[in-house]
C-alpha cells in the first residue's frame, strides 16, 4: 500500500477512475450488441436509433482517453455503413 498522502490519494482515485471507465465500456458493448442484433434482423428505426446513441458514447470515451480516437472512429463508420445500406 502507499506510504505518502499524494500517492494514497491517487490510489483513491485510480480505483475511482477504473470503476467509471468499465462501467463506460460495458455501456458501449452493450448498446454496440443490440445496435449489432437489430442490423441482423433488418430493423432499420432500430438501428438508426441505437446508432446515434453508440455514436455519442464512442465520441465521449474516445474524447475521454477510454478508446483510441481511430479504434471508435472505424467502429462508428463500419456500423454506420451497414445501417445506411439496410433497406
Known sequence: M???????KRARQTI???ARNSQT???I???EKKLRTAISEN???EAK???VGYTSKMAK???KGMLHMNNASRKIGRLSKA???MK
Open 2 to 8: 502507499a506510504n505518502h498522502k499524494s500517492a494514497k
Open 16 to 18: 475511482t477512475k477504473t
Open 25 to 27: 465500456k460495458k455501456t
Open 29 to 31: 458493448r452493450t448498446v
Open 43 to 45: 430493423k432499420s428505426d
Open 49 to 51: 436509433k441505437l446508432l
Open 61 to 63: 470515451a474516445a474524447q
Open 83 to 85: 445501417v445506411s445500406s
